[in-house]
Antibody
């Protein structure tokens, strides 16, 4: 059974870069689409972007200028970097494994707060 | 951007009743529509993919229908564990989610 686990700082200062890693176990990262999705407290879901196992990426146009997602197949991990964060980027961040059209498996999520 | 509009925002029903949740897309998404259940404090769980296919391990009381712009998630007989928030999601050139329907106990 595939499992995903997010890790990274829970507190980031405004204007700095948010960095998270998702570690995949129980399956190889060398297939599927690997996404980051976030959910501000009490609000809905927003897709941030994905990396395909080959390394190709696709980002939400509203975040594209600030997002980088990369994959490390040797470690079975993929990562998110979101630059120039503000309080509006405070959210629970989920990593997820998906097919082309949906998200089959999700990590438990990690809360990232942007505050000085 | 394709906008998904879910209705109602809140649905109040009792265990054993039938629930019908709606998702409307601002333009056609063919059958690339998925449904998720989210219990507070947990990650979303995939229920339905490609509009009408149950994901692995999802009980048969959950069913999905529709194509193009209008989609429905039906729960035939509500169990206590079904009271949660439900989201629809589409894939065009990128992914968007509906704003959610909260299914609460009446």
């Amino acid at each position: 059974q595939v499992q995903l686990q997010e890790s990274g700082p829970g507190l980031v200062k405004p204007s700095e870069t948010l960095s998270l890693t998702c570690t995949v176990s129980g399956d190889s990262i060398s297939s599927y689409y690997w996404s980051w999705i976030r959910q501000p407290p009490g609000k809905g879901l927003e897709w941030i972007g994905y990396v395909y196992y080959s390394g190709s990426t696709n980002y939400n146009p509203s975040l594209k200028s600030r997002v980088t997602i990369s994959v490390d197949t040797s470690k079975n991990q993929f990562s998110l970097k979101l630059s120039s964060v503000t309080a509006a980027d405070t959210a629970v961040y989920y990593c997820a494994r998906g097919r082309w059209a949906d998200f089959q498996h999700w990590g438990q999520g990690t809360l990232v707060t942007v505050s000085s | 951007e394709i906008v998904l509009t879910q209705s109602p925002a809140t649905l109040s029903l009792s265990p054993g009743e039938r629930a019908t949740l709606s998702c409307r897309a601002s333009q056609s998404v063919s059958n690339y529509l998925a449904w998720y259940q989210q219990i507070p404090g947990q990650a979303p769980r995939l229920l339905i993919h490609d509009a009408s296919n149950r994901a692995t391990g999802i009980p048969a009381r959950f069913s999905g229908s529709g194509s193009g712009t209008d989609f429905t998630l039906t729960i035939s007989s509500l169990e206590p564990e079904d009271f949660a928030v439900y989201y629809c999601q589409q894939r065009s050139n990128w992914y968007t989610f509906g704003q959610g329907t909260k299914l609460e106990i009446k």
